[in-house]
């Protein structure tokens, strides 16, 4: 599995890499000319110091853009880990009519043997975690999960992290006769699932965090925050109502 993970790897260096051009590409322009805050929200919350508006304006630059992204990137991750594919690769797709196999996040084509049930394969729907899941995502999943198992595929609606999942998704699969034990895995699940121990988890944690030490997100965001409250204070001095008013 070493080989396997490594390569999976490539998705997290791409991200971090991805993390770097981001911060150093913020600039005032992206605060003052694109809407970068909403000066009604600064107004209101009394944040009076040009440092912190430039602090918030970099945590929630950069929170926002990564979290797409990140959730992108572990999707592309477990897909090398599992050695799937994703199902809009799938050469059907190509035209206007979409097959069931379209929608999922992960096809594995492996035969395997479940609950006494043979199946050419496995397909994922990949979730960040517990907060990403709601009543009609679940629905959605049950609708797509009938039809792969028409096809022959097991289906399952996977959280990467959490410790389970919120009660309305296993409530709703629940009322449409799917037992959530067989449909949805959380967490480590993924792993006792797919690569035989849950403790996998950890070593995944582990190599990501080697690949995460080729930069310190927090030095470069504090530098960044310097050099936007540098620059602001070029063009408004100490005063943050002169700035919000330039806001719109």
Not at 175 to 187: Q, T
Request: charged share 35%; proline share 3%; with cysteine.
């Amino acid at each position: 599995m070493g080989s396997v993970l490594e390569q999976a790897l490539r998705h997290i260096r791409d991200f971090i890499k991805k993390v770097h051009t981001l911060i150093e590409g913020i600039s005032v322009r992206d605060l003052i000319e694109e809407g970068g805050l909403n000066p009604y929200m600064i107004a209101t919350l009394n944040i009076s110091s040009i440092e912190d508006i430039a602090e918030l304006f970099v945590y929630k630059r950069v929170e926002r853009s990564l979290g797409t992204s990140f959730g992108n990137t572990i999707e592309a991750f477990l897909r090398d880990l599992l050695r799937g594919r994703k199902g809009k690769d799938d050469p059907r797709c190509k035209g206007k009519s979409k097959p069931w196999i379209c929608w999922w996040d992960i096809v594995v084509d492996s035969p395997i043997e479940k609950n006494g049930k043979k199946y050419k394969g496995v397909v994922l729907s990949i979730k960040s975690g517990p907060a990403d899941v709601d009543k009609d995502i679940v629905e959605m999943f049950i609708q797509r999960a009938r039809e792969a198992e028409e096809a022959g595929y097991k289906p399952y609606l996977v959280l990467t992290y959490g410790k389970k999942a919120f009660t309305v998704a296993e409530s709703t699969l629940r009322s449409r006769n799917l037992d959530p034990k067989k449909y949805l895995l959380v967490g480590r699940e993924f792993f006792r699932e797919f690569l035989g121990s849950p403790d996998y988890y950890e070593e995944v944690i582990d190599a990501m965090r080697g690949v995460g030490a080729m930069i310190n997100v927090l030095d470069l965001m504090e530098k960044k925050v310097k050099e936007l409250t540098d620059e602001l204070r070029k063009r408004y001095g100490d005063d943050v109502s002169k700035l919000l008013k330039d806001l719109s």
